[in-house]
C-alpha cells in the first residue's frame, strides 16, 4: 500500500471530529477538514484521521457532484481515481429520497443505504434501526464523509489498520503517537478498579497497588492506574476518612465518579486533597471510556506512554462539547412537563432545567460543584463554579514529539489548572446559550475557597450570545490540539473579563411568603387553595405572643403539671374562638389547618375536591397547646379521655404526618386496629418522605396482623424502607410474622407491591402528591415564587433522585 504521510494543522485551519461512531476503531479520532489545501471548486471536504494534537490522515475526498473517492493525498499532489469508492444516488422522480452505493472487491457499486435530505440541506440516513447516522442530520459534505467513514474505510479493516496502525507508513513526528496507542491485546482482561465499589476507598487504593505491584507483566493502563493512585498520600487519606464516612458514587449520564463525604468536618486542605483522589479516578476512568473498556474488565490496553496521551487528551478536550451543547437547543426538553402540567417554552423553568441537564451530563473530570441565576425577562444568566484543585492536575506528561517524559512542578500544575478552569467556563457559557435562545448574555464566575468569606471570585467572563458563536465557538473547536503550558483558552478569556453583575434576578422572586403579598395567577389559585403568597405562610411571627405562652406553660409544667393542663386548656379554647370568628367572617369557604412546613402546605389541596375552599393557616400556639393535652392524658395512660383530644389534633392537621402519628399510637392502645388500618392508609396517600412512609407501613403491618389479614400485613413490612428509624423493628416483627404463618423467604418488593395494590393501596408517594408537588414546582418557578418553589423541588429530589433537581433546586437559592 502507497505510504500515508500526515499534514499540520494550522491554528484556524477548518475541521471538525466527529463524535464517536460505534464501528471506528477504538482510541482514533476521524471527522472532517475543509480548504485545508487552497481553493479546490470540486471539493467539499476531506474525510479524516486526527492524529496526535495537531495531524491528519487523510482518508477520502468528498466531491460536490455526490462522489467519495480513497485518497491519502490531497488532489492538488496526486489525480484522483477514475472511479468513485462511494456515491450518492438521488431518486429520479424525488430528490430529497436516494441511496449511497459503495464499490465492491469486483469493482461493481451496489446500495448500501437509504438516504434522506438535500445535498443543498441537512442530510440523514434512514434506517429500521438506528445507525450512527440515523440518529443525526449533517450537511451534505459531514454527512458523506460520515458515512465513507462507516461503509468503506471501517468496513475494510485492513485498510483501517493501514492507515492508522502502520507506524512505517506516517510521518516520522506521529510515529510515536499511533505506536503509543495501539491497543495490544491483552493475555486474560483485568479488572483496573475491582473492589472501589464496595471497599473503603483507602483499601481500595492500597488494594489496587498491591495487585498491580505483584503483577507478573502489568498492562500499560495498569501500570498507570498504579502510577496516578500511587501519588496519593494514603496515611493522609485514613485520617480523613476516620473524621468523615465517605461513598464512591458513579454517575451515569456524564461517567464520572463523585466521592460523597461530610465538608463540615473537613478543613479546606483536607478537602483539597478528596477532590484531587475523585479527579484521578476520573482520569483513570476517562482513559478506560476511550479504549472502549468503561468500568468492565480491560480486554486490551495501550502502552504506559499512551494512557499518558490519553489522560492529557481527556483533560485537554473540555471544550470539544461547545457545538454539541449549542445543537441541543432545538432539542426536546424532558423536564418540561414533570407532572400534568407543562412549563413555559422559553420560561423560567425552561431554562433552568435545560441547563441542569446540560451540565450535569458534562464528562469534566475536575468537581464540577456549580449554581446559577437566570433572569429570562432581562436574558441573563449567571454561573459559578469552584476552581480546580491544583494537586488534581498532572504531576508528569508523556511528550511524544521527543519521545521523552517531562515532570510537571507545581507552577505548571497551577498553568493547567487555570487553563483547565478557562476551559469550563467557555463550556458553562455554551451551556448557558443552549439553555435558551431568550439568553442574550451570560457570566462566568469562578470561585475560590476562602476561609473568611467562605469563597472569594477569581475572575468573571461576560459573553454577548452573537460575539459566542461568532467568535469563541470555533476556537473552541481547537482548543484540544492546543497545548495546555501556553493557555491558549485563558489568554482568549482575557478580553471577556468582566466586572461582577449587581443583580441577576429581582429581589421579590426570594421574598418568604409572608413579605410577599403578589396575586398568585388562577392556575396556582385552584392548585394550592390560595389567592396571595403570603397565605401560602406557615411559619408562626417569631415575636408571637401565644407560642410565647405556650412556653411559659411548657416550663411550668416541669414542677406544675395539672396547672400547666389547664393553661394549655385555656389557651386551646381561646385560640379556637379566634379561629371560628374568622372563619365567620371569611367571604367563601374556608378551611382552618395548620401545616408543620411547607410541603406539607402544598399537599394540603390534594385532601380537598373544592378548589374555590380557601385554606386559613391555624396558629401554631394552638397546634402546640392540643398536642400538649394529648400527651398529657396519655402519660397518663388515659387513652379514651385522649382519643376525642388527638381526633381535634388530627382535624385540625389533616395531612401532618405527625397528627397521624399521634391518632395512630392512641388507637393501638386502645386496639382498635381497623381504626388504625384506617388512617393509616389515608396517611400513605399524602406521605412523601422516606421517614414518614416506613412509619406508617410499620403500623399498618401491624394492624393487620392484629385483624387477622397476614399476607397484607407481610406486605407491608416488607415495604418498610431499609435504614429508616423503623426498619430494625419491622424485620424483627416480619421475622414473628413469617414463623407464624410457616412462610421461610418474605415476599419480593414487586410481590408486596402488588398485594397491597389489590387491597386498593399505592405505593407513596402517590400521583396525585408528586403531580401536586411537580404542577405547584413549575407553576411557581415560572411566575417567580422561588421561595414556595424550592420545598416542592427538594422533595421532588428526595423522591426521584435526579441531580437535576438538585441543581435547579440550588439555583433558586
Partial sequence: MAERPTYKLKFLDPKKRFPVMPEQPAGRSYGVVWKLFGDDPHESCYAVEFVGKSHVSLLGYVSVSGEVYKVDRPVSEAPLPDDPD??????????????????????????RARVIGSPKGPMREQSDCETWNSARSLPYGEFMASMFLRYVIFADSENAIATTADTHRLDESMHYVVDKIKLVKLPEPVEV???????????????????????????????????LMGEVNLPRLRTIAAKTEMSLARIDRSKLFYLNFDRSLLDQDEIDTLLAIECRLNRLSGILERIGAGLAPVASSPSFEG????????????????????????????????????????????????????????NVVTRLDYTYRVNVVEGIMLVQFGRS??????????????????????GAREIWAAEHDARVALTLAAACFAAGACITRCYVQIEAPDNERDVHIVATYSFARAEYLADCVPVAKDLESMDMDDMPCKRMLEAYEATTPDMIEPAEVHARPRDDHRPLPPALRDLLLADTADELEVMEEDCDPYVARVVELREQSKTDRAGA????????????????????????PVQTQFCDNQLVRMVLPVMEEDRSVRILRAPDALYFAQHEICSFYAEQEDFERALPEVRRLYDLARSSMQSHFALINVL???????????VARHGLRIASDRPSIGYLFYRLAFAYWNCDQLELALACYRLVPRGEESGSSALEEMQGLMNEMGVNEPPTFDDAVETIRKAGLELP??????????DAAVQLVDNGFFFLARGCIFQMWRTMGNDELGSLNRSLG
Fill in 389 to 410: 484543585v491544583v494537586d488534581a492536575m498532572p504531576q508528569r506528561e508523556y511528550d511524544a514529539q521527543d519521545d521523552a517524559w517531562r515532570e510537571l512542578d507545581e
Fill in 565 to 588: 393542663f389547664e393553661g394549655f386548656s385555656r389557651l386551646a379554647e381561646e385560640l379556637e374562638a379566634k379561629c371560628a370568628v374568622a372563619e365567620l367572617l371569611a367571604t367563601g
Fill in 86 to 111: 462511494m456515491q450518492l444516488v438521488l431518486d429520479e422522480s424525488d430528490s430529497s429520497i436516494g441511496e449511497i452505493a459503495v464499490r465492491g472487491a469486483d469493482g461493481t457499486m451496489r446500495p
Fill in 193 to 227: 478498579l475491582l473492589g472501589f465499589d464496595s471497599t473503603p476507598l483507602p483499601d481500595a487504593i492500597e488494594t489496587l497497588l498491591y495487585r498491580i505491584d505483584h503483577a507478573d507483566n502489568p498492562s500499560g493502563i495498569e501500570r498507570y492506574a498504579a502510577a
Fill in 668 to 678: 393501638a392502645r386502645l386496639e382498635r386496629f381497623d381504626e388504625v388500618i384506617e
Fill in 307 to 362: 494512557c499518558s496521551l490519553f489522560d492529557l487528551w481527556h483533560i485537554s478536550k473540555t471544550t470539544n462539547d461547545v457545538p454539541r451543547l449549542l445543537e441541543t437547543l432545538s432539542s426536546d426538553n424532558p423536564w418540561a412537563k414533570p407532572g400534568t402540567v407543562a412549563c413555559q417554552p422559553g420560561g423560567e423553568w425552561d431554562v433552568r432545567t435545560r441547563f441542569a441537564r446540560i451540565v450535569e451530563a458534562l
Fill in 765 to 774: 408517594p402517590v400521583p396525585a402528591v408528586t403531580n401536586q408537588l411537580a
